[in-house]
Nanobody, 118 residues
């Protein structure tokens, strides 16, 4: 599966953004889909994931209650709705996919920059 993330931009603290991860070559409904981010000078970190089978998504504590991951099967995309953005959310955001039996995410999008000013 090939992934392309989009929707990043420059916003102020408290604003919202919605990131989109468009898939091609396969269908997102077959994969566990995740969002990760890498802030300046930081290692890449987990943000959110939604399993192929559905159920409750998982979130990093730092974004819980502010971010929502969802899958739009008819559009073959995964969204990350980000509300109440904070300067510490500034990062390059990546979407990724893995099969349910795989331990690591194997397919990655190119990343989209999110910059939040105070």
């Amino acid at each position: 599966v090939q992934l392309q993330a989009s929707g990043g931009g420059m916003v102020q603290a408290g604003d919202s953004l919605r990131l989109s991860c468009a898939a091609s070559g396969s269908t997102v409904s077959l994969y566990d889909m995740g969002w990760f981010r890498q802030g300046p000078g930081k290692e890449r970190e987990f943000v959110a994931t939604i399993k192929w089978s559905g159920g409750q998504p998982s979130y990093a504590d730092s974004v819980k209650g502010r971010f929502t991951i969802s899958r739009v099967n008819v559009k073959n995309e995964v969204l990350l709705q980000m509300n109440k953005l904070r300067p510490e959310d500034t990062a390059v955001y990546y979407c990724a996919a893995k099969m349910s039996w795989e331990n690591e995410y194997k397919s990655w999008g190119q990343g989209t920059q999110v910059t939040v000013s105070s």
